[in-house]
């Protein structure tokens, strides 16, 4: 039994088909239901059956290269969620939405809806959207650098804060026999005027059951540090070793202290991908059986889109170049570059070991081994201030999140780890997040 009352944080991070890049083409997966709304459903109620915190669905409005090998297609997620959101009732919903290809206006009503629609289990992951390629579906010439792109979301998210305190918590009043409606002293003009963005406002609804959807974010590299920081509620992030995880964990809790946040008031979650057996060796086995659907076209253009570096031709099984590889360009902020880079100076390994390793969960933290190994590691990096739960990455759907949720969490709960039972309703009684106050309380009194 753990000598804490804290409780890990669990979501199921849903990726078409699975995690594994070829996740697809093994034989117990499902692919020809990744178009069909059912097949989320279900996966959803399993997850809310083994009271998981939320389930997650990443985004972006690009089509992802080589969809040839692939099934890396994008669904809206929340329309997707709203759909998932009717047929649950606890689980929380989190979906990703890009501050530099929406509006805070229109972005703002998505959220807001979905969080009254589910009763209070909305979360909003923030991205400036790294994808170059995503400029040209917008009519840019080109892709914001990094720096704009965060600068530009700190203030998209300060406009949908202020959008979504517009109404107070008792401004909708509905007094039937006095004929009131709303106190429309306590619905406020937020008169944005920034360098990105004019926003009159206020909101056209009232204020959704969180008082604000959560706030996620999954960006690691020093401007995403720094906006997590400041904002953030959860942070999606991957790490490959505890040394690496635990110095992430220390810098974000340091940074929010100095801002006059709670620490606690952050969930930091990274990413695990569980490759599960009854032995070491039966485990090995699994992960080896999903390397060898690997195409290497398609793996080798994730190396590429990751590290700007294209091997096509290059012998696989030979050394890895490290000397080709620029940490001087744009790539060198980005903190996807900079683990797959420390993976190559830390293992040393050939081409075809790398995208193998990278093909498990895209640079993500692979477990492989037993039920207990597996619970052990997160109980692990749980206790030793490197997270306080973790995005669940399964290889195969469903065949991977019914192994952990099956063989793992009665480990997690067992050793005092993870909840029985839900305590609350909405995604932030889950993250043991407070409700936050409008930013507008008592305006009106004050001022009259």
Do not use: C
Request: charged content about 20%.
């Amino acid at each position: 039994m753990s000598s804490s009352n804290r409780q890990l944080s669990l979501n199921l991070f849903i990726y078409p088909g699975g995690h594994h890049e070829a996740a697809w083409r093994y034989p117990s997966s499902a692919p020809e239901r990744a178009f069909d709304i059912t097949y989320y459903q279900e996966l959803a109620r399993r997850a809310e059956a083994a009271k998981f915190d939320a389930i997650f669905f990443a985004d972006g409005p690009v089509l992802a290269d080589n969809i040839r090998y692939s099934s890396r297609f994008r669904l809206e997620p929340l329309t997707w969620l709203s759909a998932i959101a009717a047929a649950t009732s606890r689980i929380g919903l989190i979906a990703t939405s890009s501050t530099t290809y929406y509006e805070p206006y229109n972005l703002a009503r998505l959220f807001a809806s979905l969080d009254h629609l589910s009763g209070g289990r909305a979360g909003w992951n923030i991205v400036t959207t790294g994808a170059a390629q995503a400029s040209a579906n917008f009519g840019y010439p080109e892709q914001p650098n990094h720096a704009e792109r965060y600068a530009k979301a700190a203030e998209f998210v300060d406009v949908v804060t202020k959008l979504w305190d517009s109404w107070e918590d008792d401004a909708l009043v509905i007094d039937k026999d006095a004929g009131i409606f709303a106190d429309d002293e306590k619905i406020h003009a937020i008169d944005h005027v920034g360098p990105h963005f004019r926003v009159k406002g206020p909101f056209n609804t009232a204020r959704s059951p969180q008082g604000r959807p959560v706030y996620v974010q999954a960006g690691s590299s020093d401007d995403g540090r720094s906006f997590a920081a400041r904002y953030a509620e959860a942070i999606f992030t991957a790490h490959q070793t505890l040394i690496s995880a635990q110095r992430f964990y220390a810098d974000i809790k340091h940074q929010a202290a100095g801002l006059g946040r709670n620490p606690d008031h952050i969930k930091i979650l990274p990413g695990i991908s569980p490759y599960i057996g009854s032995t070491e060796a039966e485990a090995q086995r699994l992960f080896d059986e999903f390397n060898h659907l690997v195409q290497p076209a398609y793996s080798l253009g994730q190396l590429r889109n990751m590290t700007g570096l294209d091997l096509t031709g290059h012998d696989l099984d030979g050394p890895f170049p490290r000397h080709l590889i620029d940490t001087s360009g744009p790539n060198g902020v980005a903190s996807r570059f900079q683990l797959v880079v420390d993976i190559i100076d830390r293992e040393k390994p050939t081409i075809r070991q790398l995208i193998n390793r990278l093909a498990g969960a895209r640079g993500h933290y692979v477990s492989i081994g037993t039920p207990e190994k597996i619970a052990d590691e997160i109980q692990t990096w749980f206790e030793t201030g490197a997270a306080d739960g973790f995005n669940i990455m399964p290889p195969w759907l469903t065949g991977g999140f019914d192994a952990f949720a099956g063989e793992v969490l009665p480990l997690l709960r067992k050793r005092g780890l993870f909840r029985e039972e839900y305590a609350g309703r909405t995604l932030r009684d889950h993250f043991d997040l407070p409700r936050p106050d409008s930013i507008f309380s008592g305006v009106a009194r004050a001022s009259a």
